[in-house]
Nanobody
Framework: QVQLVESGGGLVQAGGSLRLSCAAP????????MGWFRQAPGKEREFVST????????YYADSVKGRFTISRNNAKNAVYLQMNSLKPEDTAVYYC?????????????????????WGQGTLVTVSS
């Protein structure tokens, strides 16, 4: 059962920017870490970025560090991913996820293999 809804994906040229949004209608995740993962064609889903329940701590994959910024607005029950300096290798379906247990760190969520709350994904295509 999908409990998160992503938006903001699309086609962009290399070097461009996109902002992904993730909404959680009907359920509050204000005490849970949230994050973004992606799956490129023919590859396994991989970690992109996670953020603590308060927004004070963030964690990034090395491949996106310095280019992507994760943020959240608990009043709006939303999480965002600002993606700048996009590269063709960033092409993937991007998924939003919520941590399984409350109050964990972004690093704990990033390495946990049994996340259960996901969105349906939004496609990001970066042309060269």
């Amino acid at each position: 059962q999908v409990q998160l809804v992503e938006s903001g994906g699309g086609l962009v040229q290399a070097g461009g920017s996109l902002r992904l949004s993730c909404a959680a209608p009907g359920r509050a995740f204000s005490t849970y870490a949230m994050g973004w993962f992606r799956q490129a064609p023919g590859k396994e889903r991989e970690f992109v970025s996670t953020i603590s329940w308060s927004g004070a701590a963030t964690y990034y994959a090395d491949s996106v560090k310095g280019r992507f910024t994760i943020s959240r607005n608990n009043a709006k029950n939303a999480v965002y991913l600002q993606m700048n300096s996009l590269k063709p290798e960033d092409t993937a379906v991007y998924y939003c996820a919520a941590d399984k247990y409350p109050l964990r760190t972004p690093q704990e969520m990033a390495t946990y293999k049994y996340l259960e709350v996901w969105g349906q994904g939004t496609l990001v295509t970066v042309s060269s």
